[in-house]
């Protein structure tokens, strides 16, 4: 036992000592290989030509969307707050798969990138997928007013968004208010 104790810390020793060694030769093997692949690409152009388009890229494939419906609005309203449109766009268009409040959302900057077109067609879609949306009501009559046209259309808007929304009356009330003074000016 006494030998075993003696001999126990100095084979640990060697094989440490084995084993860093061999990971030492792996690591300069690894160096020496990446050495001449750079020493090839400095040396031949074409090779990297090759390199880069002819082989294939790993992809990486999300199977399960690791968001909720929620969570993607959420990131849309972080984006559009930084005015990164285009991104609040592709989570907008993620979370309406399930949310169909992301309709108005999407038509919302759509609005803001001046695509007004793309707006309507998005309030509209808000509207019919959830007819109790009175923002969605008010927002296409605003669209309207800013197009200047469609005004009666944008006015029985306005009416329908009080009509769903009373606590928001104050709000839709302004915008029938501009609706009527550009319909009827002084």
Sequence with gaps: MGENKILDPV??????????????????EQLRLWCQFRLSLTLCPMLLAIFLFACA???IIVLDDPLSPEEHLNLGVAYEKKGELD???????????????AYLYLGNVYFQKNELDD?????????KKNPDN????????????TKRENLD?????????VELNPAKGDIYKDTLE???ALRNPK
């Design 11 to 28: 084979d640990k020793t060697q094989i440490k000592s084995r084993e860093q060694r061999a990971k030492r030769k792996v690591i300069l």
């Design 57 to 59: 890229m790993p992809r």
């Design 87 to 101: 991104n609040a766009i592709r989570e907008y268009e993620i979370a309406s798969k399930k949310l169909p409040i």
């Design 119 to 127: 707006a309507e067609k998005y309030y509209r879609k808000a509207i």
């Design 134 to 145: 009175a923002d969605a009501y008010n927002n296409l009559a605003w669209l309207y007013f």
């Design 153 to 161: 259309e944008a006015e029985k808007l306005v009416l329908k968004a």
């Design 178 to 180: 501009k609706i009527n």
